[in-house]
């Protein structure tokens, strides 16, 4: 329970002033109830004892009259609410009754009444209580209303000392502390009190005076900062253009420019250009015994000399030597280095790594040659001469003998649409408008075949890629244009192979577009893409539950411009299995499909996998 000064002060004055005062009261008024009760109990014992000494007479001799006034004596008692005597033989002999005095609680008590070694009768009293607890009641009030006045007094004046003591000094220490936190530091807090509040307040003047002194020097110091960062950010500014330009100069280059701790074979700078070289991101060009690590066994003597020997200030270093790339390649590379001395007095090497790969591999294929020139050379010329024709009468035919046709045809089209329109019907227009999309068909199918001849001519690079990762986003492009479809999408996680990831995602988009399309008629589009095993080899699927077809047209499936629905049904043009199956194939994969017509379908292949990759099924 949190509470503020003045309601906590209140409460605990209260506390002390009435806790006491209620447990006094009680124990006061507890005493006094003991004591009525213990009066009461003995004048009840010697009433009776006098009603059984002056009742013996009159219960012996029979004479009721004689023992009225002692009944009368006591029921004059205004406690006393009843009395019964009673005759052993005949009853009731005296009673006297007045139940209007009954205001508390009625005690009874009995005696027998003896003479002569007789019982003769018996005497009955009954006692209230009333007029004792009235007057205790009364002395409760007047000590309650003694309490209140008490209480009242008191906390009006603990509120009055309250307030103009300590409350209201405490407001204003509060505000001038506040002043203090905003910095308004011009007005002085003057006290007068010589007590602990005004001894506070002074305390707290001291310090406005010595904040405000700090604050003037603080600025003054600020504002010569505030110039000496000024020029420091103009000088900053003009090295770092500087920088900029040096950098982009020697980053825009072939040559790799470097920085290397000798004695801990780790670089501390590689230029950019690094990460294209072996396909390893900077990061990794800087870990700790990156060279012992990616430089290739036989050729780590050459780089003894530069890293392990002790170095003379100014020396030249130049070498040949093979890089593993993360291919799997090896990548040939010259460096030149040259050694100085850092502020510390240790050794530090800088330089440059230069691709020489190519001029490498010509080297060692001449090297190859040189016993058999004329019949490598001779081989290599048909194979040249063979491609090259094939490739120009494919070239020829598709530019020649198929484009400048359909580019006649299309610009007659367009002349007669334009020049005869107001002499054509409507039925030789609409064969006119037949005949131009037939022209944009067969260009378009033109267009397919030279793609899947560039995916024939296409280099592969191969490399591990996370399929999961490429899956996800692919579906995240389908589905942009149709947010609000229901769909359930499952791609397992850590799916990976050693692919060229350029001509993977255009199958692997084939293959989940697909899906997608047919699966369009489906209340909610369901598409899974994981992996299984098939005679101990991974296999990749995508599955979904679309309109399916029938395994009968599986020959057909990878056929250029083949359709098992119609175009009015479904939009393609026939050619995207085709890319995927010429894709798998050029990755030394194969791809096959299982279907049932209504039930959905699912297209299996294969990849090569690194050999680092854990299978999770």
Same mark, same amino acid.
């Given at each position: 329970?949190?509470?503020?000064?003045?309601?906590?002060?209140?409460?605990?004055?209260?506390?002390?002033?009435?806790?006491?005062?209620?447990?006094?009261?009680?124990?006061?008024?507890?005493?006094?109830?003991?004591?009525?009760?213990?009066?009461?109990?003995?004048?009840?014992?010697?009433?009776?004892?006098?009603?059984?000494?002056?009742?013996?007479?009159?219960?012996?001799?029979?004479?009721?009259?004689?023992?009225?006034?002692?009944?009368?004596?006591?029921?004059?008692?205004?406690?006393?609410?009843?009395?019964?005597?009673?005759?052993?033989?005949?009853?009731?002999?005296? +009673?006297?009754?007045?139940?209007?005095?009954?205001?508390?609680?009625?005690?009874?008590?009995?005696?027998?009444?003896?003479?002569?070694?007789?019982?003769?009768?018996?005497?009955?009293?009954?006692?209230?209580?009333?007029?004792?607890?009235?007057?205790?009641?009364?002395?409760? @009030?007047?000590?309650?209303?003694?309490?209140?006045? =008490?209480?009242?007094?008191?906390?009006?004046?603990?509120?009055?000392?309250?307030?103009?003591?300590?409350?209201?000094?405490?407001?204003?220490?509060?505000?001038?502390?506040?002043?203090?936190?905003? $910095? =308004? /530091?011009?007005?002085?807090?003057?006290?007068?009190?010589?007590?602990?509040?005004?001894?506070?307040?002074?305390?707290?003047? @001291?310090?406005?005076?010595?904040?405000?002194?700090?604050?003037?020097?603080?600025?003054?110091?600020?504002?010569?900062?505030?110039?000496?960062?000024?020029?420091?950010?103009?000088?900053?500014?003009?090295?770092?253009?500087?920088? &900029?330009? !040096?950098?982009?100069?020697?980053?825009?280059?072939? /040559?790799?420019?470097?920085?290397?701790?000798?004695?801990?074979?780790?670089? #501390?700078?590689?230029?950019?250009?690094?990460?294209?070289?072996?396909?390893?991101?900077?990061?990794?060009?800087?870990?700790?015994?990156?060279?012992? +690590?990616?430089? $290739?066994?036989? &050729?780590?003597?050459?780089?003894?000399?530069?890293?392990?020997?002790?170095?003379?200030?100014?020396?030249?270093?130049?070498?040949?030597?093979?890089?593993?790339?993360?291919?799997?390649?090896?990548?040939?590379?010259?460096?030149?280095?040259?050694? &100085?001395?850092?502020?510390?007095?240790?050794? $530090?090497?800088?330089?440059?790594?230069?691709?020489?790969?190519?001029?490498?591999?010509?080297?060692?294929?001449?090297?190859?040659?040189?016993?058999?020139?004329?019949?490598?050379?001779?081989?290599?010329?048909?194979?040249?001469?063979?491609?090259?024709?094939?490739?120009?009468?494919?070239?020829?035919?598709?530019?020649?003998?198929? @484009?400048?046709?359909?580019?006649?045809?299309?610009?007659?089209?367009?002349?007669?649409?334009?020049?005869?329109?107001?002499?054509?019907?409507?039925?030789?227009?609409?064969?006119?408008?037949?005949?131009?999309?037939?022209? +944009?068909?067969?260009?378009?199918?033109?267009?397919? /075949?030279? !793609?899947?001849?560039?995916?024939?001519?296409?280099?592969?690079?191969?490399?591990?890629?996370?399929?999961?990762?490429?899956?996800?986003?692919?579906? &995240?492009?389908?589905?942009?244009?149709?947010?609000?479809?229901?769909?359930?999408?499952?791609?397992?996680?850590?799916?990976?192979?050693?692919?060229?990831?350029?001509?993977?995602?255009?199958?692997?988009?084939?293959?989940?577009?697909?899906?997608?399309?047919?699966?369009?008629?489906?209340?909610?589009?369901?598409?899974?893409?994981?992996?299984?095993?098939?005679?101990?080899?991974?296999?990749?699927?995508? %599955?979904?539950?679309?309109?399916?077809?029938?395994?009968?047209?599986?020959?057909?499936?990878?056929?250029?411009?083949?359709?098992?629905?119609?175009?009015?049904?479904?939009?393609?043009?026939?050619?995207?299995?085709?890319?995927?199956?010429?894709?798998?194939?050029?990755?030394?994969?194969?791809?096959? %499909?299982?279907?049932?017509?209504?039930?959905? #379908?699912?297209?299996?292949?294969?990849?090569? +996998?690194?050999?680092?990759?854990?299978?999770?099924?």
């Amino acid at each position: 329970m949190n509470l503020s000064l003045r309601p906590a002060v209140i409460l605990a004055i209260l506390l002390g002033l009435l806790l006491p005062a209620t447990l006094n009261g009680y124990l006061s008024i507890r005493t006094e109830l003991q004591q009525a009760e213990n009066y009461m109990q003995q004048d009840h014992e010697r009433l009776v004892d006098i009603l059984v000494l002056g009742m013996q007479e009159p219960l012996w001799n029979l004479a009721p009259e004689s023992g009225k006034p002692l009944l009368e004596s006591v029921m004059s008692d205004q406690r006393v609410v009843r009395i019964v005597v009673n005759d052993a033989s005949l009853g009731i002999f005296l +009673s006297s009754d007045k139940p209007e005095r009954r205001k508390g609680q009625l005690s009874s008590l009995s005696h027998l009444v003896s003479k002569q070694g007789n019982v003769i009768g018996n005497v009955t009293l009954e006692l209230d209580d009333g007029l004792a607890t009235e007057n205790i009641r009364n002395k409760l @009030r007047q000590y309650l209303v003694a309490v209140v006045l =008490q209480v009242v007094f008191s906390l009006g004046l603990i509120l009055f000392l309250l307030n103009s003591r300590v409350l209201r000094p405490l407001q204003r220490l509060t505000k001038q502390a506040g002043q203090l936190a905003s $910095h =308004q /530091l011009d007005q002085p807090f003057l006290w007068q009190r010589e007590d602990e509040i005004g001894q506070l307040g002074s305390a707290l003047e @001291r310090n406005r005076l010595a904040l405000k002194d700090m604050i003037g020097a603080l600025e003054q110091k600020n504002l010569q900062l505030e110039a000496d960062l000024m020029s420091r950010r103009q000088i900053e500014s003009a090295l770092r253009v500087s920088e &900029d330009r !040096m950098r982009r100069l020697v980053e825009s280059t072939r /040559l790799i420019p470097w920085d290397a701790r000798p004695e801990e074979w780790r670089f #501390t700078y590689v230029g950019p250009q690094a990460e294209q070289l072996l396909g390893y991101p900077l990061s990794e060009w800087y870990s700790e015994g990156f060279l012992t +690590s990616y430089l $290739h066994p036989d &050729d780590r003597h050459f780089a003894y000399p530069l890293f392990a020997d002790v170095h003379e200030p100014g020396q030249i270093y130049e070498f040949e030597c093979r890089l593993l790339a993360a291919s799997g390649k090896e990548v040939w590379v010259q460096i030149s280095a040259s050694c &100085d001395l850092d502020p510390n007095g240790l050794p $530090h090497l800088q330089g440059f790594l230069f691709d020489i790969s190519s001029r490498r591999a010509n080297e060692i294929q001449l090297e190859n040659y040189r016993n058999h020139l004329e019949e490598v050379v001779e081989e290599r010329s048909r194979e040249l001469a063979t491609t090259k024709h094939e490739l120009e009468i494919l070239i020829n035919i598709l530019t020649q003998d198929l @484009r400048t046709p359909l580019r006649t045809v299309e610009g007659f089209n367009q002349v007669l649409l334009e020049d005869y329109q107001d002499q054509l019907d409507n039925n030789a227009r609409n064969y006119l408008q037949r005949i131009r999309s037939s022209i +944009s068909s067969m260009s378009s199918r033109i267009d397919d /075949l030279l !793609m899947l001849q560039q995916f024939l001519a296409t280099e592969i690079r191969p490399q591990e890629i996370n399929l999961s990762l490429m899956a996800q986003d692919i579906m &995240d492009e389908i589905t942009m244009l149709q947010p609000d479809r229901a769909k359930d999408i499952n791609i397992s996680e850590a799916l990976s192979a050693e692919a060229d990831p350029k001509l993977i995602r255009i199958a692997l988009y084939n293959l989940l577009e697909n899906a997608w399309k047919f699966s369009q008629h489906c209340d909610v589009i369901k598409i899974t893409f994981s992996q299984t095993l098939v005679n101990g080899q991974r296999v990749f699927y995508v %599955a979904d539950e679309g309109v399916g077809f029938n395994m009968a047209q599986a020959k057909q499936l990878f056929t250029p411009f083949y359709r098992l629905h119609s175009q009015s049904q479904y939009s393609g043009n026939g050619i995207g299995l085709t890319a995927t199956q010429r894709i798998i194939s050029r990755h030394g994969g194969r791809i096959w %499909a299982k279907s049932t017509p209504n039930e959905g #379908t699912i297209f299996y292949f294969t990849l090569p +996998s690194s050999p680092e990759i854990s299978l999770n099924f």
